[in-house]
């Protein structure tokens, strides 16, 4: 095992998050903000509580999902994707480290810029309500897995866009539609109950339903069902990456 | 001699359909520099990209120090230094990381001495902490060596290394090849020059359409396929050449400004100074001469008749 290609892998895609630090840290900052005052103040004032939690709380996991799925995908898909659009990838494919090492230092990276960035909203969003986390064990255990989860997806997507049109088109046409339609920022309860059928095909909803219920102990699934959708998720994308590892996919000519 | 690199019956054909490499055979030695000539297209590249692990073989066999490059890939590989043909490189990395980086993915320790001494080798230790964007592209490719060089290879690739650069810069390049080979680094590169080659390499290995045509001693090389032609450029023109000359093979040109002799370098019964005593008698009045050797070109098409 080279862990010395791992370490330098991880730590040269940590760089990039340290040298832009205001930018990430100020834009979640912002943006956070301006769900609260958009949602939370403005509109939230006319919305009843929902089971007991004043909507202002009640977006704060489906808001936390929302950036770490997107920023997931997008850090990791970049992070393999920009050495094969710049040629750079010559270096990696001619030193002697293994696929999985690339990819621990990848999505190691991508998943602990998403941990920081879930916690810079949370952070936030405890500027403006009172945050209580019932389970802080498992509100950490939900995230991590996601972190991990949607990383390894967006690794997938980086490898196989080979343009930047590709690179984009699932983020953006499945699933932003995905998050926003998966009870983020409303109980499935409130919708009428044909929908509520079609949304529970909806993965993103177990992932926001567990990771709501690790801060307020309400959900629209129960948190098993949560949990083992996670572990399915999670396990898919590993069995695509071994796929790809085994048939060389797309990495080299 | 310890052979260090051997390739038996490589061939590569790409997804396209695209045969780049035709059953090619090469045993390179311990501490030799062996050039690889041929046109573009001819599959140079593709050939280097293969014994690094850049490109999967389609068929055949490489090993490099006795261990295959698929199976043994991580001690293959550690052994190699590459320096690629593009200017491939992160745009906004420093200098210093980026090197360091290349250390680091070869599961070297750290040794920052080490690698002050490389970047003050190649002159670019005051541009240590520039970012690579701000680099000229000559700066840029002695990067690349340094990237190449940051793990200690035994094994260096420069792919056409001398491409865009300057005289200052290709006459540093061939300093630290010397140095290089006074290590017993063994050195495997690719130009389109016959003159680089001859210059600095100790065997000479012709590609062409993905065929490894010939590999031979570059002095072999050069008096084998080597023509040279001597061109004068003329005062007045001449009708046709002075009997004198007619026993050598003497060409006129149309407008009578210019004769040329063409001859083999390997020829033994060639004076090249009687030709000149007998131009110089004739009374020709003579403006300009120059001496034009003949192109890789010129010796695919001979090499490729011979076949
Ligand atoms: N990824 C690829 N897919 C398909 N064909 C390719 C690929 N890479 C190279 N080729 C083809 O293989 C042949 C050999 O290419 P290669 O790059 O090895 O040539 P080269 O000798 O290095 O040329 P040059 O002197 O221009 O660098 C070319 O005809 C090229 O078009
Ligand atoms: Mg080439």
């Known amino acids: 095992m080279n862990l010395m290609a791992i370490k330098v892998i991880y730590l040269n895609e940590m760089m990039r998050f340290w040298k832009t630090l205001f930018q990430s840290v100020a834009s979640p900052v912002i943006s956070t903000a301006l769900y609260f005052v958009v949602f939370g103040s403005a509109i939230g004032s006319r919305i009843e509580n929902i089971d007991g939690v004043s909507y202002g709380l009640f977006i704060v996991p489906g808001l936390t999902m929302l950036s770490v799925l997107t920023q997931s995908i997008s850090n990791a898909s970049f992070g393999i994707f920009f050495p094969k659009f710049t040629g750079t990838i010559y270096e990696l494919l001619s030193a002697p480290v293994s696929f999985y090492e690339t990819l621990i230092g990848y999505v190691g990276a991508a998943s602990t810029k998403s941990l920081i960035l879930a916690t810079i909203i949370l952070v936030t969003a405890s500027l403006f309500v009172e945050l209580n986390i019932a389970h802080p064990f498992w509100m950490l255990g939900f995230l991590v897995l996601t972190c991990i989860s949607f990383s390894l997806f967006g690794f997938i997507i980086g490898l196989w866009a080979d343009n930047f049109e590709k690179l984009q088109i699932i983020p953006l046409l499945i699933i932003t539609p995905l998050v926003f339609l998966g009870g983020s920022f409303y109980s499935i309860s409130m919708l009428p109950p044909l929908w509520q059928k079609v949304t529970l095909f909806n993965p993103v909803l177990y992932l926001v339903s567990g990771f709501r219920w690790s801060f307020f102990e309400i959900s629209d699934v129960g948190v098993g069902l949560s949990l083992l959708m996670v572990l399915l998720f999670l396990s898919v994308c590993i069995a695509i990456i071994a796929w790809m590892f085994n048939t060389g996919y797309k990495l080299k000519q | ?307």
């Open chain 2, 1 to 307: 001699m310890d052979s260090i690199i051997s390739i038996k019956d490589l061939s590569k054909i790409y997804n396209t359909g695209f045969e780049a490499l035709k059953n090619v055979n090469l045993e390179i030695n311990k501490g030799e520099i062996i050039a690889l000539l041929g046109p573009n297209g001819a599959g140079k590249t593709t050939l280097i990209s293969t014994i690094c692990g850049i490109v999967s073989p389609s068929s055949g066999t490489v090993t490099v120090g006795g261990f295959d490059i698929i199976s043994d890939f991580r001690k293959t590989r550690e052994m190699i230094g590459l320096v690629p043909q593009e200017l491939t490189l992160g745009a906004f990395d420093t200098v210093w990381s980026t090197i360091r980086f290349s250390r680091g993915l070869f599961g070297s320790k750290r040794d920052d001495a080490y690698l002050e001494q490389l970047l003050k080798d190649l002159s670019l230790y005051d541009k240590k902490d520039s970012e690579i964007r701000a680099l000229s592209g000559g700066m840029k490719r002695r990067v690349l060596i340094a990237k190449a060089l940051s793990h200690n290879p035994k094994v260096l690739f420069l792919d056409e290394p001398t491409a865009g650069v300057d005289v200052e810069l290709r006459k540093d390049m061939w300093k630290i090849v010397n140095k290089l080979r006074s290590q017993g680094v063994t050195i495997i590169l690719t130009t389109h020059y016959i003159e680089e080659a001859e210059e600095i390499a100790d065997r000479v290995g012709v590609i062409n359409n993905g065929e490894l045509l010939l590999v031979e001693q570059k002095e072999h090389l050069m008096e084998s396929l080597g023509k040279k032609q001597l061109v004068i450029d003329l005062k007045e023109s001449v009708k046709k050449i002075p009997p004198s000359l007619d026993k050598y093979n003497i060409e006129l040109t149309d407008d009578g400004m210019q004769i040329s002799y063409t001859y083999v370098v390997k020829d033994e019964e060639v004076e090249i100074s009687d030709v000149l005593n007998e131009i110089s008698n004739s009374g020709l009045l003579l403006k300009d001469l120059k001496i034009v050797q003949s192109s890789l070109e010129d010796i695919f098409v001979d090499l490729v008749k011979e076949k």
